[in-house]
């Protein structure tokens, strides 16, 4: 407890999955918390779990495709808490669904937008309220799909593999502030983003995620929560520019993994995949 005490931070795409429960988790060590989401009934929902677990938080409804939203969610930060310490930038979907031939480029440029173009807005915000703040940690959700082809959509996978190098590039920049930036590339994890779009749910998604990498249990939402406050605490002031893989053993598997991954997988419906709320079979 109180590994964030006096740390504000802010977390997009907190109403559900990882982000969620990245906030309980933060706002539990001590740390005042800015929820952004599209979906305010799952935000408010959030900040209330925050409250329950003994941190604070408020909601701001945020759409990362909308540079102003962004940008209103660290000057809510600001002027609620004071001051800008930690910004997670999670907020992600499945985005364009489909084979080369199939995807349009309406549908890939939402998804870079979403994926990689807010990620960049995020960080152009939150550096200059971490330099009067005398340092920060940034963290952005990436995913093995950047690491490693066939674990992903083409435009999440390419979205994903710029957050990788965009995280190194900024490091570079900014190290010299205390500010740290990193990425955590998540495996397997069941989370309404995918479970919403697998025929069966929930419970079919746990189990075909149990079986795709080393560990045999699916990936949850506090096994990243866990990595973002390691990368958010005084704990990893010496990290940055890392892309930590929390997978369960998913890329040390090679090829084998992502045939087998292959062939198991449930058939998810092409086109886009939107948001986990509004995306359910």
């Known amino acids: 407890m109180g590994r964030l005490d006096n740390k504000v931070a802010v977390i997009t795409g907190a109403a559900s999955g990882i982000g969620l429960a990245t906030a309980v988790r933060f706002a539990g060590e001590g740390a005042a918390v800015v929820i952004g989401d599209l979906n305010r009934e799952g935000g ?60 349009t480029v309406e549908n890939w440029d939402k998804t870079q937008a979403i994926l990689l173009r807010a990620v960049f807005i995020g960080m152009k915000y939150a550096v200059p309220e971490m330099k009067k703040s005398g340092g920060g940690s940034i963290i952005s959700t990436a995913s093995v799909a950047g690491l490693r082809g066939g674990a992903g959509p083409h435009s999440y996978s390419a979205a994903k593999a710029a957050v990788i190098n965009l995280t190194r590039s900024v490091a570079l920049e900014v190290g ?60 990893s002031e010496w ?26 997988m449930p058939t998810i419906p092409g086109g886009f995949a939107g948001p986990s709320f509004e995306s359910k079979v």
């Open 44 to 103: 408010e929902a959030t900040v209330r779990q925050c409250k329950e677990n003994g941190g604070r938080a408020v909601f701001q409804l945020c759409n990362v495709q909308t540079e102003s939203d962004i940008k209103a969610l660290i000057d809510r930060a600001v002027s609620e808490f004071g001051k800008l310490d930690i910004i997670f930038n999670n907020a992600g979907l499945g985005g364009a669904v489909g084979t080369i031939e199939e995807t």
């Open 176 to 235: 010299e502030h205390k500010i740290r930036v990193n990425c955590i590339c998540p495996g397997g994890i069941n989370t309404p983003l995918l479970s919403n779009r697998i025929p069966g749910g929930q419970s079919t998604t746990e189990m075909f995620l149990s079986q795709i990498q080393a560990i045999k249990r699916a990936g949850h939402p506090d096994d990243i929560a866990n990595m973002a406050l390691f990368l958010a605490s005084d704990d």
């Open 239 to 264: 990290v940055t520019g890392t892309a930590m893989v929390v997978d369960g053993g998913l890329t040390a598997g090679g090829a084998v993994f992502g045939a087998q991954a292959s062939s198991q």
